[in-house]
């Protein structure tokens, strides 16, 4: 079955297993999605990821973190820039979800970056999703 959207459906696994209150999720491994997860990890959103070989691809295990009574440490994850419609933005440009508590992932040419580490870096890019 051909996925059309990859990081849709990582978000998609995250979003539902953080719902269920799963403790990980596995989703497929590409560049992007290690670069999502590696910035959702520096943004204290989850433990860690780990990549394993299927001899393929490649599956991609997410650790979701969880606060100390098991809250929920975000509630949308909402795909911004989609196959159909990207959405690109400069640094000055870059929103402040839930006034700066949220965090929006960027692709920029130095790899897949948080908003923070955007205007830490000075560079913009797509804006592939924003947490809150």
Do not use: W
């Amino acid at each position: 079955m051909a996925l059309s959207d990859p990081i849709a459906d990582m978000l998609n696994r995250l979003r539902n297993a953080s719902r269920n209150g799963f403790a990980t999720v596995d989703c497929r491994n590409s560049k992007v999605c290690a670069g999502i997860a590696a910035a959702l990890q520096h943004e204290g959103y989850v433990n860690g990821h780990t990549v394993i070989d299927d001899g393929r691809q490649g599956i991609l295990r997410v650790e979701l973190r969880y606060g100390p009574n098991g809250e929920k440490l975000f509630h949308t994850m909402k795909r911004e820039s989609k196959p159909g419609c990207r959405v690109y933005t400069k640094v000055a440009d870059l929103p402040r979800p839930l006034a700066g508590l949220g965090v929006c992932i960027l692709t920029t040419p130095k790899g897949v970056l948080s908003d923070r580490q955007c205007r830490e870096q000075n560079v913009g890019g797509e804006m592939i999703c924003t947490v809150e």
